[in-house]
Each structure stands twice: as structure tokens, then as C-alpha cells.
């Protein structure tokens, strides 16, 4: 399958979705906003998939959302569209998404690696959120995630000069997983994804909500939260065959209820 602006594919229990326009460096217009949308909800009902890659290409992951769709526009159009808001959708998506970043993932385009659940990066990779030198500032939660990944400190440095973050600082920074030669990136992160695919997938669901609730609430109510989702998984067929797999020293054989 394959849209406008994205590649699709599934191996297996995989998505691998590839940001696909190559004249821009993969950069974020409407079109490709739509695309993601409609791809990452096919994804979270296909039952059939348990965990998805977005990546862009060697040079860029996204260089940023499109300046020239964005250069004419006025306050009344962003205002009035709600410019991007549907973004907040693409957050949604409720089961594991890898965002694989090789070169560059500037503005909007690390706003979106940040968006995914978590980054693997090639050695090639460079981060930053640049909007500063064009007259505005991040618009797509790049000053609120950066700063929960990399503290305030580094956020503030970065959103104010547009620097860009070469892999190794963003890996020792806390804004990857982890750093690989670029060349086995896409291998990497297919490898990680096929470990998650192969977990029994409602605990995989509650996990991600478990992480993300860490950073809407208070450390009491996200205990209480993490419990009361772990107490539910014991009424699903994958609890009881998980624990008992263990014990008879077996591989567990996941049914998703
Ligand atoms: N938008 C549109 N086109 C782009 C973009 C972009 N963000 N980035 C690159 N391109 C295009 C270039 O215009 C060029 O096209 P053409 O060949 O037709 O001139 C092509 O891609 C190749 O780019 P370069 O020739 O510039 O390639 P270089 O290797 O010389 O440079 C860079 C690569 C350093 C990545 C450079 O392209 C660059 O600086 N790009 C812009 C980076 C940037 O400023 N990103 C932030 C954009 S603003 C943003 O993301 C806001 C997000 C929040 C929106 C929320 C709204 C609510």
C-alpha cells in the first residue's frame, strides 16, 4: 500500500511506514499530515499488526513542516484551519510506533520523531528545532516534549539558537533509545519492532498508556493508574498463559484477549 506521501508496508506483524517526498527532504505539508492519519489508523485496527516503524529517507527523517506551504499563510488561516492540530490524532494511535531517524529531524520533522513512542537513530542523525531563524517558534509540541526529553536547560539553548544535535548528544541527553551505524538503522529498528510484535499485545497497549500517563498526571495517580491496569490484565487468556508458560518453561502463545 502506499499513499501520496507515504510508503507502507507489512512484514509480517511490522508496519514500516517511509516518509516519501525526496524534492523536500520529507517535509511535513497537509498532504502528508492526511496520509499519516489515514495510514496510522488502518494500522491500530488491523489486527494483524502489533507494532510500526515511520522513517524517512538517509539524508532526512523531515527536514521540518513545508515554509513554502506555510510562507503565504496568515493568522487567519492557521487560526481558522487549526493549522496541524491533527497531529494531536497521530498521537492517538494507541499501539507501539519506532520512529527510525537517519539525518535530518529538524522542527516539525523531530516534533514528529518525538511523537512516536520512542527514537532509534542512526550516527547520521541531527535534531533541532530551527523555527526560531525563519520568524516563529516550534508549533507541534517541539518546546513541551524537548524540554520532558532533554530538560530545560538543553531545550531552552536549542529552541533559541536553532542548533542542531548531532545522535551521540541526543542519545546521552535522553532524546533517543539508542544510536546505531546508519546503515543497519532501518534492521535495528525492524529487529526492535519484531521483539515488541512478538509480546502479548494488550499488555503492550497498557504499557504505552502506562508511560504516557507519567507525563499528564502526579506520581500518585500514575501509580494508581499503572496499577489498575495491571490488576485488569488479569482477566485476559494472555496473563493466564503468560505465568504459566513460565512455570512450565515454555514460550508463551499469545491470543490478544
Ligand atoms: N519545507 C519545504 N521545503 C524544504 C524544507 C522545508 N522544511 N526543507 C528542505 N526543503 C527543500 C528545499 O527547499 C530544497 O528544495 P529545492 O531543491 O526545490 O530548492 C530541497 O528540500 C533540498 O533542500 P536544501 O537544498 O536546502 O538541502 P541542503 O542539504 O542544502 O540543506 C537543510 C538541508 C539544512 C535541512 C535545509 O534544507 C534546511 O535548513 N531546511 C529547513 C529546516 C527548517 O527550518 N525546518 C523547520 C521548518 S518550520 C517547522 O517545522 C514548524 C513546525 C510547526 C508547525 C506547526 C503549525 C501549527
Known amino acids: 500500500m502506499a499513499t501520496e506521501t507515504l510508503l507502507v508496508e507489512q512484514r509480517g506483524a511490522v508496519t514500516l511506514v517511509t516518509l516519501n517526498r525526496p524534492q523536500a527532504l520529507n517535509a511535513l505539508n497537509s498532504q502528508v499530515l492526511a496520509d499519516l492519519l489515514t495510514v496510522f489508523a488502518a494500522y491500530d485496527a488491523d489486527p494483524t499488526q502489533r507494532c510500526a516503524v515511520l522513517t524517512g529517507s538517509e539524508k532526512a527523517f523531515a527536514a521540518g513542516a513545508d515554509i513554502k506551504e506555510m ?31 537517519s539525518g535530518y529531524a529538524l522542527g516539525g520533522g523531530c516534533e514528529l520523531a518525538m511523537m512516536c513512542d520512542f527514537i532509534i537513530a542512526g550516527d547520521s542523525a541531527k535534531f533541532g528545532q530551527p523555527e526560531i531563524k525563519l520568524g516563529v517558534t516550534p508549533g507541534m509540541g517541539g518546546s513541551q516534549r524537548l524540554a520532558r526529553a532533554v530538560g530545560k536547560a538543553k531545550a531552552m539553548e536549542m529552541c533559541l539558537t536553532g542548533r542542531m544535535m548531532d545522535a551521540a548528544e541526543a542519545e546521552s541527553a535522553g532524546l533517543v533509545a539508542k544510536v546505531v551505524p546508519a546503515a543497519d538503522l532501518l534492521a535495528e529498528a525492524l529487529k526492535t519492532a519484531e521483539t515488541i510484535a512478538a509480546m502479548p499485545p494488550l499488555a503492550a497497549l497498557a504499557v504505552k498508556e502506562q508511560v504516557n500517563v507519567a507525563f499528564e498526571t502526579t506520581l500518585q495517580q500514575g501509580i494508581l493508574f499503572e496499577r489498575r491496569l495491571f490488576h485488569g490484565l488479569f482477566g485476559t487468556e494472555d496473563q493466564k498463559e503468560g505465568m504459566v508458560a513460565f512455570v512450565e518453561k515454555r514460550p508463551g502463545k499469545w491470543v490478544g484477549r
Do not use: E, H, W
Open 71 to 101: 510562507a503565504p499563510q496568515g493568522v487567519g488561516d492557521m487560526f481558522g484551519s487549526n493549522f496541524f492540530a491533527g497531529y494531536d490524532l497521530f498521537t492517538r494511535t494507541r499501539k507501539p510506533v519506532i520512529a527510525a531517524v
